[in-house]
């Protein structure tokens, strides 16, 4: 039962353009999520997160938002640069406890 | 300053032998964590350590596999009489362990092969 879901395997999106990778949810309890972003034989590094106290969060080229009704977040990168080509991880977790579940993950090609 | 390392880098190892795997995480991080991850699939959680209290097992998908941690220090994964099924990329993480800003930093993994 895959808590956390990225459908979408892999993207491809020109540079200078913006990146936007989706990540659905099922159990409404989950309150805090992140994105981590993992370049070929290194772990995964995180990039930014956000609490369902608030609908989005900005960090440079970075922001991510969310949606509680459709459980829905997502990740825009704008613009979108080759050295953002990797797989993105999201990842949910639950108050009170520090176990993250994490989606498939989407790999992102960004063509310069 | 020093990541999260692991070693070994690769294993190779047969069928029915047993594996053990090391992290040494971020000095002063007092929450440590053991994911598997399988080609194609994402991170799966096996244990997590935090302090001096009970590790959390829930995530050890067998009695074959077990993971110990020498206070705020190294862990060790050992997994028992290797399957097949076995092979994954074996993820160590630690953190502060301060859940308001509370960020998993991940080791470049152990990348497992049972043949």
């Known amino acids: 039962d895959q808590q956390v879901k990225q459908n979408s395997p892999s993207l491809s999106v020109q540079e200078g353009r913006i990146s936007i990778l989706n990540c659905d949810y099922t159990n409404s309890m989950f309150d805090y999520f992140l994105w981590y972003k993992k370049y070929p034989a290194e772990g995964p590094t995180f990039l930014i997160s956000?609490?369902?106290?608030?609908d989005k969060n900005e960090d440079g080229r970075f922001t991510v938002f969310l949606n509680k009704s459709a459980k829905h977040l997502s990740l825009h990168i704008v613009p979108s640069q080759p050295g953002d080509s990797a797989v993105y991880f999201c990842a949910a977790a639950l108050s009170g406890t520090y176990k993250y579940i994490f989606g498939t993950g989407t790999r992102l090609k960004v063509l310069a | 300053g020093a990541g999260v390392s692991q070693s070994p880098s690769n294993k190779v190892t047969e069928k029915g032998k047993d594996v053990e795997l090391r992290c040494d995480p971020i000095?002063?991080?007092?929450?440590l964590y053991w994911y598997r991850q399988r080609l194609g699939q994402g991170l799966e959680f096996l244990i997590y350590f935090q302090g001096n209290s009970a590790p959390d097992k829930s995530g050890l998908p067998s009695d074959r596999f077990s993971a110990e941690r020498t206070g705020e220090s190294v862990s060790t994964l050992t997994i028992q009489r290797t399957q097949q099924e076995d092979s994954a990329v074996y993820l160590c993480?630690?953190?502060?362990?301060?859940?308001?800003?509370?960020?998993?930093?991940f080791g470049p993994g152990t990348r497992l092969t049972v043949l």
């Open positions: 956000i609490s369902s106290i608030k």
């Open positions: 993480a630690s953190s502060l362990g301060d859940r308001d800003t509370d960020t998993q930093y």
């Open positions: 000095s002063g991080h007092t929450a």
